[in-house]
C-alpha cells in the first residue's frame, strides 16, 4: 500500500472550519480497505503561528512542508493581528513558504458549475460552463522585488517604494506551465501585461512570444493589456481559456474571474514547483482562492468547497490519483445539484446548510462515487 504525506496548515478564521472538511474527506479515504494511505500532519500558520511563536511560520513547519508530498492550506489573516509588526503579518507566513518552496506556479481555475450559473453577478449565459485557468507568476514581481521600503526623507515626509521585477528564467518558466495546460484544454493562452507603461511589461511580452515561437507555435496566444484583460473578464469571460499573468495582475484577476463563476467560496488552487532534476518531484500547496472571512468564523457559515477542491487538486497534481480527484469534483457537483448550499451561493428555493453539513454531504457523494 503507498503511502501519502500532507502537511494541513488550516491558518485562522475560517481555514479552520473548512480544514476539518478536508480531513473527514481524508478518514473515509483512509477508511478503505485498498488504495493509497494518508498521513497527515497538522501545523500552524498566520496569526495563529503568531499568537503561539511569534512568527508567521516558522523554519520547522517550512521543513515540514518541504518534506511533505503536498501541503494544504486554509487562509490566513484577520483584525485581531492588525498591530502586528509587518514583518511577522500572517500573510507574512504565506508568501515565505511560496518562496521558500519556489511555488513559482499558482493555477487558479474559474468554473462555473451549472448548478451556479444564476449565483454570478453576471448573466447565465455570459458564464454558464465557464472555464478559465489563471496561471499566475507567484515568486517574483513585486510582492518580493527589492527594495521593498518606507523611508523618512530629509524634509520629514515618508516615500514608499515597491520594486515590480523580472528576470527571463522567470517568465519562461511560467510561460511554458500555461502552453502546457493550454494543450490539454482549449489550447489558447491570452498573456496579460502593461507593456505600455512598465518595463517588466515589455520584456514580459517579449519572452512569452519567444517561447510560443520555441516551444508551442502549436498554441493560439494572444497578448493582452491587463485593463483591458479586466475588462472583458466581465464583458465576454468565454473568450479566454488560459491567461498567464505575473504575480500582482495575477491577484486582482483571479479575483475577478472567481466572481464571475459565482462564489469566491466556491473555488481552489496549486501552487506548484520546478520538478526535481533527479526524482521529478514538485513541491506543492493547495488553497481555497477565498481568504478567512473573520465576520463569519467561528460560527460553522463557510463554504467548504474551496478548500475540499483543493485537496481535489492535490490529487490531480501531486498525488498521482486522478481518478479520486474526479471523484471529488463529481462529489461536488452532485451536492450542489441536489440543492444543497451554503449561506454565500444561496438562491430561493434551495436548502442552506452549515460547513459541516456541507462536508458531510460531499463525503457521502464521494461514498456513493467510489462503491
Ligand atoms: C491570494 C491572497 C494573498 C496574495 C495574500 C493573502 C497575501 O490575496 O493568495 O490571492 O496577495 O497573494
Ligand atoms: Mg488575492
Not at 517604494?161 to 511560467?174: A, N, S
Not at 479586466?230 to 483571479?254: C, E, H, W, Y
Not at 477565498?290 to 468564523?297: E, L, M, R, T
Not at 486522478?322 to 428555493?349: F, K
Amino acid at each position: 500500500m503507498t503511502t501519502k504525506t500532507l502537511l494541513l496548515l488550516p491558518g485562522d478564521g475560517i481555514g479552520v472550519e473548512t480544514m476539518a472538511e478536508v480531513e473527514r474527506l481524508i478518514s473515509f479515504f483512509n477508511s478503505r480497505k485498498n488504495g493509497v494511505r494518508f498521513e497527515t500532519e497538522s501545523d500552524l500558520v498566520g496569526g495563529a503561528a503568531y499568537d503561539a511563536h511569534g512568527v508567521a511560520v516558522t523554519d520547522q513547519c517550512v521543513a515540514k512542508a518541504k518534506a511533505a508530498d503536498a501541503v494544504i492550506f486554509g487562509a490566513v489573516g484577520g483584525p485581531k493581528w492588525a498591530g502586528v509588526p509587518y514583518a511577522a503579518r500572517p500573510e507574512a507566513g504565506l508568501l515565505r513558504l511560496r518562496k521558500d518552496l519556489g511555488l513559482f506556479a499558482n493555477l487558479r481555475p474559474a468554473i462555473c458549475y451549472p448548478a451556479l450559473a444564476d449565483a454570478s453577478s453576471l448573466k447565465r449565459e455570459l458564464v454558464e460552463g465557464l472555464d478559465i485557468m489563471i496561471v499566475r507568476e507567484l515568486t517574483g514581481g513585486v510582492y518580493f522585488g527589492e527594495p521593498k521600503e518606507i523611508v523618512t526623507l530629509e524634509n520629514g515626509e515618508k516615500r514608499a517604494v515597491d520594486t515590480q521585477l523580472y528576470t527571463t528564467h522567470e517568465i519562461e518558466r511560467i510561460a511554458k506551465v500555461a502552453f502546457d495546460l493550454a494543450r490539454k484544454r482549449g489550447n489558447k493562452v491570452h498573456s496579460a501585461e502593461k507593456h505600455n507603461v512598465m518595463r517588466t511589461g515589455v520584456l514580459w511580452k517579449e519572452v512569452v512570444t519567444a517561447v510560443h515561437k520555441s516551444y508551442a507555435p502549436d498554441v493560439q496566444l494572444e497578448h493582452i493589456l491587463a485593463d483591458n484583460c479586466a475588462m472583458q473578464l466581465v464583458r465576454n469571460p468565454k473568450q479566454f481559456d488560459v491567461i498567464v499573468t505575473d504575480n500582482l495582475f495575477g491577484d486582482v484577476l483571479s479575483d475577478e474571474a472567481a466572481m464571475c463563476t459565482g462564489s469566491l467560496g466556491m473555488l481552489p488552487s496549486a501552487s506548484l514547483g520546478a520538478p526535481d532534476a533527479k526524482t521529478g518531484k514538485r513541491m506543492s500547496l493547495y488553497e481555497p482562492v477565498h481568504g478567512s472571512a473573520p465576520d463569519i468564523a467561528g460560527r460553522g457559515l463557510a463554504n467548504p468547497i474551496a478548500t475540499v477542491a483543493s485537496f481535489g487538486m492535490a490529487l490531480r497534481y501531486s498525488l498521482d490519483m486522478a481518478a479520486e480527484a474526479d471523484i471529488v469534483d463529481n462529489a461536488i457537483a452532485a451536492v450542489l445539484a441536489s440543492g444543497l448550499r451554503t449561506g454565500d451561493i444561496m438562491q430561493p428555493g434551495m436548502t442552506q446548510v452549515g460547513t459541516g453539513e456541507m462536508g458531510k454531504a460531499i463525503v457521502d457523494a464521494v461514498k456513493k462515487l467510489v462503491s
